[in-house]
């Protein structure tokens, strides 16, 4: 059974940093493109970074508002997805996300639970 | 970036009814269009992929249509468990872009 469990959320003031962490089991990690998405307060859901495949040499991609501040990293030794936040603010308060993309990347196929960050001085 | 407008964004249903959900695409996107549907306090779940195809699981009631710009997304027959909120994913380009969501409550 494939499992995604993130951790890492909590209360951090406008500026600081957080590391969010995704503990993945249930499927050959190394195999699939990861993605973080992100649903603030009351809002819809956001997109935020991908970590793509070993086959793909692990590239990235950003959605505009998080680029240049977040950072997605993985562990393949340890079945582990990171998003390493910096600068963040209110707006980036939300509900984070862990997804595995289908093989053919054509769908986000499981999500986790998600982990809360709330930015608030 | 690709927007995706979902219409309508609230819709109020008795179990039994047909339901459509509609996305619409600011331009014209291949078939990396998905489905997804939200409970609160759980896990988002995939129920169509590639426009059409449904995830394996989820049952039959559910179906998805459309190509270029609008695609939909329909509901046979409305069961009390598919009262919930529904985003269509454009996952083709980048920024990968979801609707706004539409939620789907008792009549």
């Known amino acids: 059974e494939v499992q995604l469990v993130e951790s890492g959320g909590g209360l951090v003031q406008p500026g600081g940093s957080l590391r969010l962490s995704c503990a993945a089991s249930g499927f050959t990690f190394s195999d699939y493109y990861m993605d973080w998405v992100r649903q603030a307060p009351g809002k819809g859901l956001e997109w935020v970074a991908r970590?793509?495949?070993?086959?793909?040499?692990?590239?990235?991609a950003y959605a505009a508002s998080v680029k240049d501040r977040f950072i997605i990293s993985r562990d393949d030794s340890q079945n582990s997805l990171y998003l390493q936040m910096n600068s963040l603010n209110t707006d980036d308060t939300a509900v984070y996300h862990c997804?595995?993309?289908?093989?053919?990347?054509?769908?986000?196929?499981?999500w986790g639970q998600g982990s809360l960050v709330t930015v608030s001085s | 970036d690709v927007q995706l407008t979902q219409s309508p964004s609230f819709l109020s249903a008795s179990v039994g009814d047909r339901v459509t959900i509609t996305c619409r695409a600011s331009r014209v996107i291949d078939n990396h269009l998905a489905w997804y549907q939200l409970k609160p306090g759980k896990a988002p779940t995939l129920l169509i992929y590639a426009i059409s195809t449904l995830q394996s699981g989820v049952p039959l009631r559910f179906s998805g249509s459309g190509s270029g710009t609008e695609f939909t997304l329909t509901i046979s027959s409305l069961q009390p468990e598919d009262f919930a909120t529904y985003y269509c994913q454009q996952l083709g380009s980048y920024p990968l872009t979801f609707g706004g969501g539409t939620k789907v409550e008792i009549k």
């Open positions: 997804v595995r993309l289908r093989v053919d990347a054509r769908s986000i196929d499981h």
């Open positions: 970590s793509r495949n070993k086959a793909n040499s692990y590239s990235t």
